[in-house]
């Protein structure tokens, strides 16, 4: 009965705000975007969890199970050269086997929080990339990536070889799709990035994605059996808009034009965990418009990230929906580490927030609105390690919101643990027949 009102709530909410819905770089909404539109707005109703709580104490759970017996103290010296070692629950579940590139499809059983049930392209076939051209937007050639990810039957895309693409317009992919780049060293840089925009049940992983540009915008086929008009591409990495069941895992992401992954246009049912992220300005976008409400049911994980060297500012910055931010390592930051602005809901569990040396700086939140505004906002920290003078501002009174009972839930792993959880940030060198 109570998920029956929510979703009539969210169905008129949604309604309500798409007056306020982006011009997502389509020049034209015809019958076939407005259709997909439609969907992916029944979808995210659909994908949003009455009691996000649950989800979060779910995955703490897996962390506590990880890393029973562990050693939290343990050093951390450069490159590791050891044997393969996971150290979080969610690469548990599939690395360190000698034969993964036989079983590459475990990875679907895998993800952790929000986006726990995202499979990918587990039900489809192996596509595998031979070609690293896209000289062709319309009629993409066999065999090349944006040809993949067009097709409109679930696929699991895998890389012949090592490969640097470049691609000539945004990536606009169809849902039920993995691209797995593991055995290869796939580099997607110099180009336009990847779109993810009214779809579902996608998994992006083991991907270096840089120098990410804007796109010129032009015809570009969206799916076999239709192209259309596209305006510029913002220069994301990654544009994940009105999507759901959504997971990012193991890519190592730097240096692009706009932000390295945007969540806009109620988009849930996401999570981001295991990668590295260095060298960029507006680092995690969740929430694009302080008008669009519809980012009420927007519910996303970031776990067991790394925010490396030459970070600025929003790791992530929120607009209004539920964020559980947890066992992430932010060793960097030139500007904030956290930040949003109406209303959202943060949840910080057991992270490590170095602050620079900047005494100015020392804030790892910013809320853009007055005191008397955010006061009531839900955000706090519980089990972060806060070093170098970092200090955490938190606010509102998130217990007393919640619905899910406060003995049930299970407390994150602390800060002290991330140096080992978030060891194996980014990108993977992954070879067949030996442990990953």
């Not at 996608?202 to 804007?214: A, E, K, N, R, S």
């Not at 295991?274 to 995690?284: C, E, G, S």
């Amino acid at each position: 009965m109570m998920k029956m009102s929510i979703f009539f709530f969210y169905s008129l909410l949604f309604l309500a705000s798409f007056a306020h819905v982006l011009r997502a770089d389509i020049a034209e909404y015809d019958d076939v975007w407005l259709k997909r539109r439609e969907e992916a707005m029944k979808a995210a109703l659909d994908a949003y969890h009455p009691n996000p709580e649950e989800v979060t104490t779910n995955l703490n759970h897996h962390v506590n199970l990880a890393l029973e017996g562990s050693n939290s103290t343990r050093r951390n010296l450069g490159k590791y050269v050891g044997r393969c070692s996971a150290t979080n629950p969610i690469d548990r579940c599939w690395r360190c086997q000698r034969n993964w590139a036989r079983n590459r499809k475990r990875l679907a059983d895998c993800a952790l929080g929000f986006g726990r049930k995202t499979i990918g392209g587990k039900d489809g076939s192996f596509y595998v990339v031979t070609d690293s051209s896209d000289t062709d937007m319309v009629n993409p050639k066999p065999g090349t990536l944006r040809h993949a990810v067009i097709q409109e039957e679930p696929l699991w895309i895998i890389f012949a070889r090592d490969m640097v693409i470049r691609l000539n317009q945004e990536l606009i992919m169809t849902s039920d799709k993995t691209i797995d780049g593991r055995g290869s060293r796939v580099y997607i840089i110099g180009g336009a990035g990847l779109t993810l925009q009214f779809i579902k049940n996608v998994i992006i992983h083991g991907l270096h994605i840089h120098h990410i540009v804007q796109g010129n915008g032009g015809l570009i086929r969206d799916s076999v059996s239709h192209f259309g008009q596209r305006t510029q591409s913002d220069g994301d990495a990654i544009s994940i808009f009105g999507s759901s069941h959504i997971w990012i895992d193991h890519n190592s992401l730097s240096h692009c034009t706009d932000g390295l992954i945007d969540v806009i246009q109620g988009s849930t049912a996401i999570t981001i965990s295991n990668n590295h992220m260095t060298d960029h300005d507006d680092v995690m976008l969740f929430g694009s418009s302080d008008a669009f409400e519809g980012d009420k049911v927007m519910q996303i994980t970031v776990a067991f990230n790394h925010f490396g060297q030459g970070l600025t500012q929003r790791m992530p910055r929120c607009r209004w929906g539920f964020f559980h931010i947890v066992n992430n390592d932010y060793t960097h930051w030139k500007m904030y580490a956290i930040g949003g602005s109406q209303h959202p809901t943060i949840v910080s569990q057991g992270n490590r927030f170095i602050a620079p040396d900047d005494i100015r700086l020392k804030e790892v939140t910013k809320r853009e609105a007055g005191m008397d505004v955010w006061k009531d906002w839900n955000w706090s920290s519980e089990g972060d390690l806060l070093m170098n003078g970092a200090f955490f501002v938190k606010s509102g009174t998130p217990s007393g919101s919640s619905q899910f009972p406060r003995h049930y839930m299970i407390k994150a792993k602390p800060g002290s643990f991330v140096r080992r959880l978030t060891r194996f940030a980014g990108a993977l060198s992954c070879k067949r027949g030996h442990p990953c």
